[in-house]
C-alpha cells in the first residue's frame, strides 16, 4: 500500500536536505530518498574532499612533510563529520529519511527499493529487500551527478579510476595520467604534482578548462 506525504524528494545533497528542512519548518510532511550517502555528490565525492586534499597539498608546496595516508584520513574524517550533521538534520519532525533507490511508477508515486542489513546480533542473517511505495502532491527530483565513464578502450582495467576513487586511494601515484582538463581534471593535476606525482594531462579541445 501507498503511504501519503506532502513532498517527497529524491536526493539528499544541498538541494535536496535544504528543501526538506523548509517544508518541514512551514508544516508539511517530507519524505527523502538517497541511494548512497546523506549530503550529495558535493560533500562526499565532489567540492569538499577536493579542497581538504587541496589544503594539504599547499603545505606539500611549501616544503612541510605531508604523510598521504594522513591526508586521505583527514579527508575522510571532515566528510564524515559533515555528513553526521546532515543525517541530524534529516532527523527533525516532518522528515522521514528513506535510504534505498527511487524510480516512478506514475507522475505521483514513487517506489523505493532498500537493502536491510541484519542486526548485529543475528549472525546468520542475510539482507533483506525491502519495496515501499510512496504518493505525493509534490515531488522533487535533486538526484545530483555521477561518474561518465568515457568510451574508451581499457578505461575499466585495474589502473584506471574514477575521480571518486581517486580520493580515497592510498598511496601517491608516481605517475599519474588524467584524462580532460576541466576543472575537476586541472584540480587533481595540481594536487597531485603538489604531492609529488608526475602528472600528464589529456585533453581532446585545444585549452585548458575549455
Known amino acids: ?7 517527497l524528494i529524491i536526493g539528499s545533497g544541498p538541494g535536496g536536505y ?7 519548518k512551514n508544516g508539511l510532511q517530507v519524505v527523502i530518498v538517497e541511494s548512497a550517502f546523506a549530503g550529495g555528490t558535493c560533500l562526499n565525492c565532489g567540492c569538499i574532499p577536493t579542497k581538504a586534499f587541496c589544503h594539504d597539498a599547499e603545505l606539500a608546496e611549501l616544503g612541510k612533510a605531508v604523510e598521504f595516508a594522513k591526508v586521505v584520513e583527514r579527508k575522510q574524517q571532515i566528510v564524515e563529520q559533515l555528513r553526521s550533521g546532515v543525517e ?18 506514475d507522475a505521483q508515486t514513487v517506489e523505493v527499493v532498500s ?28 538526484s545530483g551527478s555521477r561518474t561518465k565513464i568515457l568510451p574508451i578502450p581499457g578505461i575499466t582495467g585495474p589502473h584506471c579510476v574514477t575521480s ?13 595520467c588524467i584524462i580532460g582538463a576541466g576543472v575537476i581534471g586541472m584540480e587533481f593535476a595540481s594536487v597531485f604534482a ?11 579541445l585545444k585549452e585548458c578548462l575549455p
Do not use: C
Not at 500500500?1 to 513532498?7: A, C
Not at 538534520?89 to 516512478?104: D, R, W
Not at 603538489?194 to 581532446?204: A, D, I, K, L, P
Open 88 to 105: 541530524t538534520l534529516m532527523k527533525q519532525p516532518g522528515i522521514t529519511f528513506v535510504h534505498g533507490h527511487a524510480h516512478f511508477l
Open 194 to 204: 603538489s604531492f609529488g606525482s608526475e602528472v600528464t594531462v589529456v585533453e581532446y
Open 1 to 7: 500500500m501507498s503511504q501519503k506525504t506532502d513532498l
Open 115 to 142: 537493502t536491510v542489513m541484519p542486526a548485529e546480533e543475528e549472525e546468520w542473517g542475510e539482507p533483506e529487500t525491502v519495496v515501499q511505495q510512496f504518493t505525493a502532491d509534490n515531488i522533487i527530483i535533486a
Open 18 to 24: 535544504r528543501a526538506a528542512e523548509y517544508a518541514a
Open 164 to 176: 571518486t576513487e581517486l580520493l580515497d586511494i592510498q598511496q601517491v601515484p608516481s605517475r599519474l
